[in-house]
């Protein structure tokens, strides 16, 4: 641990007043691809924006939790195979696959999930997971020294702060014990059932039986757990996954517990997964107008170039947001992607050249239409 540099505001355990603590309204995106605060009712019966906790760390101890980090890496200590949050080369993308083309998809949302997670869930993980690479029951000095640095540098009143460099890589190390509970729980779990057979007109109750059901994939996404299979009845899953988290020392959020199954829209963190991997309908349909609408419009002059209609008046157009949704898009599915990638091509042509400085492809669309 040579060069790790000592959090030297106070020399002991950080706290609230080594935060900077900001509150930003959550976030949704509409049809028309526009991003719009979640609404939430107050006291008085009015709707506000609902809010979230962002917990800023100062300079120093920002770059004393990021060398802490650093060594945590060092230790090789990697993600389970069912977390595709915060680990390079997974995303929402790897993590909806699994569940393509299921028939039922639960999803259960942990409640407060950063906040849940205190000092001694991430002693007791990091402890064991030490032990368990030196192969032996007992902690070295460096051990001993690396829980000691996390316990004094990455909590803040008792929890994980949301915005700390290692809070993803702690949040991910104890849901590793989530996940190989969860995983033990589907790979025998049977759904109890109570056969009937009919005799002299009679239906008659056998003795119950545990039936087998059809495979049950789990991934996590952060605080976002996914179960899927074939069998419609998934609901029933649930109060056992209540209980593994209740164990673990969490609770699943009640108002965001789902359950769709085949002939609605199937979502993963965003992600339809009902035969393909895409992203809503009517998000590319608003995103394929929107750029329709940029095309024709400074082409035919209805607006000057550079900017959009925006409630009938002219608003810069924000190329890189634009950039950004056809990139989340073309990550999904490349095969959607693609003509986004297009039509975005031929917007910036037609907003940067002129009339005689256009490509074949920005002309062979605007004599199409």
């Not at 990021?66 to 790897?94: D, F, K």
């Not at 906040?115 to 029951?137: E, K």
Request: proline content about 6%; charged content about 25%; hydrophobic content about 35%.
């Amino acid at each position: 641990m040579a060069g790790y540099p000592s959090f030297n505001a106070v020399t002991d355990k950080a706290g609230p007043e080594h935060y900077q603590f900001l509150r930003i309204p959550k976030m949704r995106r509409t049809r028309a691809g526009a991003r719009v605060p979640v609404l939430e009712p107050g006291r008085n019966g009015r709707l506000h924006p609902k809010m979230r906790k962002i917990s800023a760390p100062i300079a120093d101890l920002k770059k004393a939790q990021r060398a802490l980090l650093l060594e945590l890496n060092r230790q090789h200590i990697g993600a389970t195979p069912w977390a595709h949050a915060y680990v390079r080369g997974r995303s929402i993308r790897t993590n909806a696959l699994p569940h393509v083309g299921a028939r039922a998809v639960l999803t259960i949302d942990i409640k407060d999930f950063f906040q849940s997670i205190t000092p001694d869930m991430v002693r007791r993980a990091l402890g064991f997971v030490l032990r368990s690479r030196r192969q032996q029951n007992r902690l070295i000095g460096s051990d001993w020294r690396l829980l000691q640095d996390v316990d004094r540098l990455c909590f803040v009143n008792g929890g994980l702060p949301q915005g700390g460099p290692a809070s993803p890589f702690l949040s991910n190390l104890v849901g590793a014990k989530l996940d190989y509970k969860i995983n033990k729980l589907i790979s025998t779990w049977r759904r109890r059932v109570q056969p009937r057979i009919r005799i002299n007109g009679k239906w008659v109750r056998l003795k119950p039986t545990a039936a087998r059901i059809h495979p049950i994939r789990y991934t996590r996404y952060c605080d976002d757990l996914t179960f899927s299979s074939d069998y419609e009845d998934l609901w029933v899953l649930r109060h056992s996954v209540e209980r593994i988290l209740k164990s673990t020392g969490l609770l699943a959020n009640p108002n965001k517990i789902r359950t769709r199954t085949r002939g609605s829209r199937l979502l993963v963190c965003g992600v339809v997964v009902n035969k393909v991997l895409s992203t809503p309908r009517q998000h590319r349909r608003a995103l394929r107008s929107r750029l329709h609408r940029l095309i024709c419009n400074a082409h035919y002059g209805v607006c000057p170039r550079q900017t959009e209609l925006v409630c009938g008046r002219p608003e810069p157009v924000n190329f890189n947001q634009l950039t950004g949704m056809v990139a989340h898009i073309d990550h999904i599915n490349p095969e959607q992607g693609a003509a986004f990638r297009v039509l975005l091509d031929i917007a910036k042509d037609v907003h940067n050249n002129t009339d005689s400085q256009y490509t074949d492809v920005t002309i062979n669309y605007l004599t199409h239409e």
